[in-house]
């Protein structure tokens, strides 16, 4: 019963180790030469010595959203369309309207210019 489980075992190993290994190799063979430019702070492309309490252009909002709106359609559609056969009209209706949803999030982007770059 446990001689299942080996190929298993062996992979989760394996993975580990190579996870391990290239950051590890990384460190010791990456070259260092910091710069000014590198070393310096960045935060949301703007100075970081400024006061907190700024306020935040609205276009760094509507990119999170923008986003969020296309990793839940991928999210969502992968499953749907494996199963698309079992789950009937039904199923079909209620993927429609929720890509309603996101259309009209798409379009709320497109209208305050989210998709548009200086």
Do not use: H
Request: glycine letters at 8%; one cysteine or more; proline letters at 5%.
């Amino acid at each position: 019963m446990l001689e299942n489980y080996l190929p298993i075992l062996l992979f989760i190993i394996i993975g580990l180790a190579i996870g391990a290994a290239l950051p590890i190799l990384g460190f010791f063979l990456g070259k260092r030469q910091p710069y000014p430019q590198k070393n310096s702070p960045y935060e949301c492309g703007f100075e970081a010595f400024e006061d907190a309490r700024m306020k935040f252009d609205v276009r760094y909002y509507l990119v999170g959203i923008l986003f969020i709106i296309f990793d839940l359609e991928i999210a969502f559609l992968f499953p749907w369309a494996v199963v698309f056969k079992d789950i009937g009209v039904f199923g079909f209706i209620a993927m429609m309207i929720f890509l309603a949803i996101l259309v009209i999030g798409f379009i709320y982007e497109w209208k305050k210019g989210a998709l548009e770059w200086e």
